[in-house]
């Protein structure tokens, strides 16, 4: 089955730097990376997506970066806030066949702003 | 995205009790799948709801601990069988919906058991 691991665990920035989370998976037949952001005592909300017809996908200060051929994803986050602060979870599933859309989790990075 | 409610929100339970979490999608999806996150701990699929037939259950998980309903396309139910201090966990619902069926979580169950 698929196996993704989540990098680093734990990650400090400062107000208005740059954090960057990183994830590998192991089935090549993944093809759709969410990830999710979960603040403390609530549900993970998704934050960003991508599937593996792109290689980047922007939506305002968050990013996404796909490397199909090396089976690694990445976070990236710009100008952080305070309200960034929260555990960030990388995951992967197929679109189709056999398992689809059951999703991988990696293991998590809290993710802390210092103002 | 689908608003999926789940109840109850939070509970606390006696060891050896039952409870049975209900989550309801305000419309028709596909894929509904029950997933568990235990404290401080990344997400665990427990197992796919399927309409109609019994669910699919990931390695680990078994019917006799976590039966599973879905009577229909907006609801489901997960029961936490005989209850002991390891499932206190976070149980949480989820859809495939909208475009490209992107996957949603309910707001979760947070069960406790002492």
């Known amino acids: 089955g698929e196996n993704v691991e989540q990098h680093p665990s734990t990650l400090s920035v400062q107000e208005g730097d740059s954090a960057v989370i990183k994830c590998t998976y192991s089935?090549?037949?993944?093809?759709?990376f969410p990830w999710y952001k979960q603040e403390l005592g609530k549900r993970p909300q998704l934050i960003i997506d991508i599937r593996s017809n792109v290689g980047e996908k922007k939506d305002q200060r968050i990013a996404v970066t796909l490397n199909k051929t090396a089976k690694h994803f990445s976070l990236h986050i710009t100008e952080t806030q305070p309200e960034d602060s929260a555990v960030y979870f990388c995951?992967?599933?197929?679109?189709?066949?056999?398992?689809?859309?059951?999703?991988?989790f990696g293991k998590g990075t809290k993710l802390s702003v210092i103002p | 995205s689908a608003v999926i409610s789940q109840k109850p929100s939070r509970d606390i339970c006696q060891r050896g009790t039952s409870l049975t979490i209900q989550c309801q999608v305000d419309s028709q999806v596909t894929m509904m799948f029950w997933y568990r996150q235990q404290p401080g701990q990344s997400l665990t699929l427990i197992a796919t709801a399927n309409q109609g037939s019994e669910a699919t259950y990931e390695s680990g998980f078994v019917i006799d601990k976590f039966p599973i309903s879905r009577p229909n396309l907006t609801f489901s139910t997960l029961t936490v069988s005989n209850m002991s201090p390891e499932d206190s966990s976070i149980y949480l619902c989820?859809?495939?919906?909208?475009?490209?069926?992107?996957?949603?979580f309910g707001e979760g169950s947070w069960l406790t058991v002492v």
């Open positions: 989820s859809v495939g919906t909208g475009v490209g069926n992107t996957i949603y």
């Open positions: 995951a992967a599933s197929k679109e189709s066949g056999a398992g689809s859309y059951q999703l991988t």
């Open positions: 089935d090549s037949a993944s093809n759709y």
